[in-house]
């Protein structure tokens, strides 16, 4: 959907726990894992998103930044693009707003999709609009992952809906071409 252009981020909808808004899937040796980013107040019920503090009292960006390094130090693009992601786990953002700003716009950067508009007020869907917002009863659509070689490819089969960082230490440059071939 970022492809295509014209996505909006809506800053006040409600924070939802245990949706993708603080989580991300990587590949590691044994299997799939989840890296959640630690919130504050994360039960406060329709808390915007923008107003969503990052907890600090856990080491979780040192936990995330090991992960990441020993899930994907031996792909082929790792060296190239780690000093890139790095500081997202060095620096500390006071909201998960920000912080997933900014990685939103080293990721686009990264793969030549068009960075989606930032709306602070709440937008509804109109008709014939792709509503990814999560939903707690209603699946959205499928995506279809187009399958690339991963790293532990050697040992497992392909794993779809990683973060796009699997796809950028896997395939570089190339990474934009194969987001073009996925389908929703």
């Not at 924070?15 to 980013?37: C, P, Q, W």
């Not at 856990?58 to 082929?76: D, E, F, I």
């Not at 089969?157 to 896997?170: E, H, I």
Request: glycine share 6%; with cysteine.
């Amino acid at each position: 959907p970022l492809q295509r252009g014209g996505c909006v981020v809506v800053l006040r909808e409600h924070f939802v726990k245990r949706s993708e808004r603080n989580r991300a899937r990587i590949l590691a040796s044994d299997g799939v894992m989840e890296l959640t980013v630690h919130v504050r107040n994360a039960n406060r019920p329709r808390q915007p998103v923008r107003d969503v503090r990052l907890d600090y009292s856990k080491r979780w960006q040192h936990q995330h930044w090991g992960a990441l390094v020993a899930s994907y130090r031996s792909s082929p693009y790792f060296d190239f693009y780690a000093g890139r992601f790095e500081p997202f786990y060095r620096r500390e953002y006071g909201f998960l707003a920000d912080y997933n700003r900014g990685l939103l716009e080293l990721l686009c950067s990264l793969t030549h999709v068009p960075m989606p508009d930032f709306s602070e007020s709440y937008v509804d869907a109109a008709a014939g609009d792709l509503d990814l917002r999560p939903k707690r009863k209603k699946e959205g659509p499928a995506f279809i992952a187009e399958p690339y070689v991963q790293v532990f490819s050697d040992r497992m089969p392909f794993q779809p809906n990683l973060s796009v960082a699997d796809l950028l230490f896997a395939e570089g440059p190339a990474a934009a071409s194969v987001l073009a071939r996925c389908r929703l």
